[in-house]
């Protein structure tokens, strides 16, 4: 795969933002050019989640996160929602990549509907029909036979389905590796090289044996005779 030189990250009002957050983090540390977009509900599970304020101006918003990770001048570019003169609105100019991440069952049925109707609903549009890679985090739980429609629809498009469902195989200890978790297997998919988890096989993952003796019972109901 050709690593991604640069990417499109947009932030949607999924429960889940902080592997959005996260996510975004990596990317300028990997030295990728980035562009940042977010929805209105994006906003509101940020601060629900967070105690985070997303800025409301792209302007602000560029400032913000450009010094909260540290990006380079003109690394990070944020992006308004009907900014149709961005370069991620046409296919003449699309990042190597994009990622929605947290993404709503909102935003993806407009994705499947191909409804191009805000910036981040265009761009993941220029990037399917450009044949780049677009990679969709959804968050919900149960899904609906529309939401895995819509998904399934997606992925016939080319879209990359990479549902916000950590494995615990590498037996987290905290959230934060559990967020990685899902973080490392979509910067996989783009093509941006990455350590945040020990990989599987190459004797760096934690031994399969169980933890603890799955005879041994485990509860006080369990030990009665
Ligand atoms: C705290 C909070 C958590 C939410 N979590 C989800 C979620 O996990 N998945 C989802 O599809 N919608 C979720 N929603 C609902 C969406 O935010 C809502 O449908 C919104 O209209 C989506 O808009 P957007 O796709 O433009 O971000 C959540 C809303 C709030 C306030």
Redesign the pocket.
């Given at each position: 795969m050709t690593p991604a030189r640069s990417v499109t990250i947009a932030l949607?009002?999924?429960?889940?933002m902080a592997y959005g957050l996260r996510l975004l983090e990596c990317l300028v540390d990997s030295g990728v050019r980035v562009s940042l977009l977010y929805?209105?509900?994006?906003h509101?599970?940020a601060k629900?989640?967070l105690d985070l304020v997303l800025p409301s101006r792209a302007t602000d918003a560029e400032r913000y996160f450009t010094e909260r990770y540290k990006a380079a001048p003109g690394q990070l570019r944020a992006y308004s929602r009907e900014d149709w003169f961005s370069p991620v609105a046409s296919g003449s100019n699309p990042s190597d990549a994009m990622v929605i991440c947290?993404c709503?069952?909102?935003?993806l049925a407009a994705l499947a509907a191909g409804m191009s109707d805000n910036l981040i609903e265009r761009a993941a549009d220029v990037t399917l029909k450009e044949k780049r890679t677009l990679v969709i985090v959804p968050?919900?739980a149960p899904f609906s036979v529309v939401h895995l429609e819509n998904m399934l629809r997606l992925a016939r498009a080319g879209a990359v389905i990479l549902p916000a469902n950590p494995g615990f195989y590498h037996r987290p200890t905290s959230i934060e590796a559990v967020i990685d978790f899902i973080v490392a297997r979509v910067l996989d998919h783009i093509g941006v090289p990455n350590t945040l988890m020990a990989r599987w096989g190459r004797g760096e993952a934690a031994a399969v044996t169980p933890a603890v003796d799955p005879t041994t019972p485990t509860t006080p109901t369990d030990r009665r005779p």
């Open positions: 949607t009002g999924a429960s889940g929805t209105q509900a994006a509101i599970v629900q989640e947290p709503t069952m909102g935003t968050r919900e």
